[in-house]
């Protein structure tokens, strides 16, 4: 995801929908109090309604009892009467469940009757006739009293029942929303992760301003560039050669590499002879391409470029292998004091290592040098931390010393036409 705006649009997007799960899970929480609320309501009318019931059926026994006050107790009965109706009533606001309302309704029920014998039995007991308001209280009374009681009992456990069920019910959308969240933002960070990208050279040149180049991007053909060196003469030389890259990829090392695998690499040293041998006995600059390949297989090497230095006082790739067609004009000359590894390599006369990290391709810049002077640089990108071997670094030099045996050695004097290697006159 390169594209700021459609990153930007993933994180809005992922907010959206983090802040609409959270909003309807807070939702559901309010809903699932209210129901637990109502819920412990509920039950403590019912409870309390059951009690009641209970001191009615006290109160109207009274009536009956020696030595008691039939109005005191006719007033109690009343009271009860009231409570019991107004409990009903508020359990029937509270009730959800058809179970509860049709189980309330048969309470109801019950209790008009309940409350039509309670007359009968005042009646009997007014006119002393002990005997039949007895019989209407201990038998009519309590089956009246019993059943509305198992009633209240049954729209308790039925209300308990579907409001647990739609606690349940609830939770489990809750679970699914709070997945699909997880969802979104495991998706959001997968998007948004930085992908992998194209492996890049490390030989990108720094402009006059300091400014980054184009890069090049190394590639399977053999090699690429110019049909023959073309060894233009320049001013004396400051420097060698350098691997570029960014500057924040850079790394000068004055020794061999600190790090080291457990396997150290060992170039093939009968491959390095025959290399050295072809590159003194090569006639033709068209053989140059097979045998840079021949070198790069030897170093483990994705790419090599033969640096060497112009009239303008900058190095200038002559020819390459590993990359496009295109890639060694794209890279342009280097200024011999640009601040990057090849300038510093040609600047030192010195060997340049360039360290990879994090599995990126590491680099080395070895000097091209004639008796006098450096003429070149040769500039090898390297893989699986090959950079930091000795025997690499030693291949690598001694390459560099056939390839410098074919550059131009004098500098031209001034006013006079530059001369060509030996290898470019053979070839006209």
Known sequence: MARRWVRLVIVLIT???LGFTANRIRLTERVLNDEHNVERVFTDLSWALTLTLADLRAAEQAYVAAGQDRVYWTTKVNSHLDTVSDSLANLRRLA???GSLEALDEAEGAIADLQGMDQRAREHASLEQPLLASDLIFTDGLELASRAA???ELARATERTTRNETVRTARS???TMLAVAAGVGVLMLLLLAPMPREKTTAFASLDESGGETERATP???DATGLTRLDLASGKRARGAAAVAGTTRDRQALKGTAARKDSAEPKPDLRTAADLCTDLSAMAATEELPALLARAADLMNASGLIV???DASDALRPAIGHGYPPKALAHIGAIPSDSSNATAAAYRDVRMQVVIGSDGASGALATP???ANRCVGVLSAELRDGWESSDDVQASAAIVAAQL???LQTDPPAEGEAPAEAPLAEAHG
Do not use: E, F, G, K
């Open 15 to 17: 907010l959206t929908t």
């Open 368 to 370: 091209l040098r004639s």
């Open 150 to 152: 198992a009633n209240i």
């Open 307 to 309: 640096w060497v230095l």
């Open 173 to 175: 959308a809750q679970t």
């Open 96 to 98: 959800t469940a058809p």
């Open 404 to 406: 410098a045996t074919m």
């Open 219 to 221: 590639s399977n053909d």
